[in-house]
């Protein structure tokens, strides 16, 4: 199947500080990648959906100026997390959908553990 | 936005039974259904998905059942081995072309 890579796969950071992650799709085109955020044993909570050339559309109750999405590319999605705090720690994971298609699965990053101290 | 339940939370069956979870969507505009498997710190992995004309769907020991008009489907394993011990996600993709996932089904296939 096709393959949608994240990077990093782990980060510490201290509090304040910024991190990016990035969500890319190795082999397929993707005009529409999601973003989403899963506590320990729970379900993945969708935060937003970014969309090449315009702006992300973010879930109801997620900060838009808090979790920032670029979608710079039809291969390339991501999402910063400004101002850290240790609230933010959590599991992020970016799937995206080939452009052009509807009704298909969304393949999936490996996922991103965020851990702020 | 699509709202969608899952159940039960947790599962627990003994090797060789069949398992059984049920999703419900709330968005009628919904037309994708995929389930995904999740184990311990791994990706989310697409096991089956149905499309809304279609009312089942088998793959070998995984089938899914879609009733459109009460809007619930259903994920069946049958003959269940250890390696099926993971966490199964339903969800539901809108017009929108968002994925809304379910709760997540804990599954345990004990020996």
């Known amino acids: 199947g096709a393959v949608v890579s994240q990077h990093p796969s782990r980060v510490i950071c201290k509090s304040g500080t910024s991190v990016k992650i990035e969500c890319r799709s190795l082999d397929f085109q993707a005009t529409t990648m999601f973003w989403y955020r899963q506590f320990p044993k729970k379900s993945l909570m969708l935060m937003a959906t970014s969309n090449e050339g315009s702006k992300a559309t973010y879930e109801q109750g997620v900060e838009k100026d808090k979790f920032l999405i670029n979608h710079a590319s039809l291969t390339l999605s991501t999402l910063t997390v400004t101002s850290a705090h240790p609230e933010d720690s959590s599991f992020y994971i970016c799937?995206?959908?080939?452009?052009?298609?509807?009704?298909?699965?969304?393949?999936f990053g490996q996922g991103t553990r965020l851990t702020v101290v | 936005g699509e709202n969608v339940e899952q159940h039960p939370s947790t599962l627990s069956v003994q090797e060789g039974d069949s398992a059984v979870i049920k999703c419900t969507y709330s968005d009628s505009a919904s037309n994708y259904f995929p389930w995904y498997k999740q184990e311990l710190g791994k990706r989310p992995q697409l096991i089956i998905d149905?499309?809304?004309?279609?009312g089942e769907k088998k793959d070998q020991r995984i089938a899914v059942t879609l009733n459109k008009t009460a809007k619930h489907f259903s994920l069946h394993i049958t003959e269940t081995q250890p390696e099926d011990s993971a966490v199964y996600f339903c969800a539901a993709s809108s017009a929108g072309n968002q994925f809304y996932f379910g709760t997540g089904t804990s599954l345990t296939v004990i020996p």
């Open positions: 799937s995206a959908r080939a452009s052009g298609i509807m009704n298909t699965e969304a393949f």
């Open positions: 149905i499309r809304s004309n279609v």
